[in-house]
């Protein structure tokens, strides 16, 4: 099992930035991808960004292409995504998840809400 847990979610001004940090525990393998997904009301579960546990090769929704970094530091067990030039848009509750696929993952954390004002 592995267990995730995020934090840093909060509320921010359009144009501001927020660091989202996902703490993981458990039985994980090198081989893992670790993810971000975002899902906003009514709208369907989007894939935010990814990056494999060993290696750190990433991945990224066209959507938030050069505004999000997905990085992670394999000594805390801990990844993050630090997200700029936010827009209202990007409001949604932000889950962390892992697995063999950056875009299928297994494991699934609570989520944390975002939400950006205009």
């Known amino acids: 099992q592995v267990q995730l847990v995020e934090s840093g979610g909060g509320l921010v001004q359009a144009g501001g930035s927020l660091r989202l940090s996902c703490a993981v525990s458990g039985r994980t393998f090198s081989s893992y991808y670790m993810s971000w997904f975002r899902q906003a009301p009514e709208r369907e579960r989007e894939f935010v960004a990814a990056?494999?546990?060993?290696?750190?090769?990433?991945y990224y929704g066209d959507s938030v292409k050069g505004r999000f970094t997905i990085s992670r530091d394999n000594a805390k067990n801990t990844v993050y995504l630090q997200m700029n030039s936010l827009k209202p848009d990007d409001t949604a509750v932000y889950y962390c998840?892992?697995?063999?696929?950056?875009?299928?993952?297994?494991?699934w954390g609570q989520g944390t809400q975002v939400t950006v004002s205009s």
């Open positions: 990056i494999r546990w060993t290696g750190g090769s990433t």
């Open positions: 998840a892992a697995g063999s696929s950056p875009r299928l993952p297994a494991y």
